[in-house]
Structure formats: C-alpha cells, structure tokens
Nanobody, 118 residues
C-alpha cells in the first residue's frame, strides 16, 4: 500500500495559479500509474490528469492546456500545476496511485480543497 498526502490547496481568484503536491510514502522503485481526481460539492468524482508507468500523461478536456501533472526527479512527489484557474475548478482534489498497475487506482490521499472565486 502507498501512503499519499496532498498539500498546496487554498483560495485563489479566477485566472490565478496553484500547485498541488502529493507526497508518496513508497518511492516508485518501479513506475506505476498515478492520477489527480477532483470532486466538487454535489457532483461525482472526476479524473483530472493521469501519468502512466511509461510517463505518458492524459488530461480531462476541461483542464487541457491549463493543468500539468508531473513527478519530481526522485519520484517521491506528484505535482499538479494549475494555471488560469476558473470558478468551476473549485473542488476537493485527490491524488491516487495504482501500485500494481492493475488498471484501477487503489490508494488515495485525504484530499486538499481548492476554491476559485470570480
């Protein structure tokens, strides 16, 4: 099991930027997929960005061109750089891992709140 701890959330005005971090307790001795999800109040959880075991990334259409997912060089931290934020980006953001590369994210952080005001 991988322990994940998010940080970096907060309140920002529309058009602003935030960088979320996810500390990974078990380093990626072997690469495995990781992702950022978000859940807005009253809505279902949404996959925002993923990075697979080969390092390829994918983004939801709603954030493409504004958000960037990345791993630091020692693979101990997952990042989500969020630019040009909009009020509709307001949500709790979660990082997730699929350490067995099974096709499903099994390990989750506790979440960090992002609030974007207009």
């Amino acid at each position: 099991q991988v322990q994940l701890t998010e940080s970096g959330g907060g309140s920002v005005q529309s058009g602003g930027s935030l960088r979320l971090s996810c500390s990974i307790s078990r380093y990626l001795y072997d690469n495995y997929p990781m992702a950022w999800f978000r859940q807005a109040q009253g809505k279902e959880r949404e996959e925002v960005a993923t990075i697979d075991s080969g390092g390829s990334t994918k983004y939801a259409e709603s954030v493409k061109g504004r958000f960037t997912i990345s791993l630091d060089s020692d693979k101990s931290t997952l990042f989500l750089e969020m630019d040009s934020l909009k009020p509709e980006d307001t949500a709790i953001y979660y990082c997730a891992a699929d350490p067995l590369d099974s096709g499903g994210f099994t390990d989750w952080g506790q979440g960090t709140q992002v609030t974007v005001s207009s």
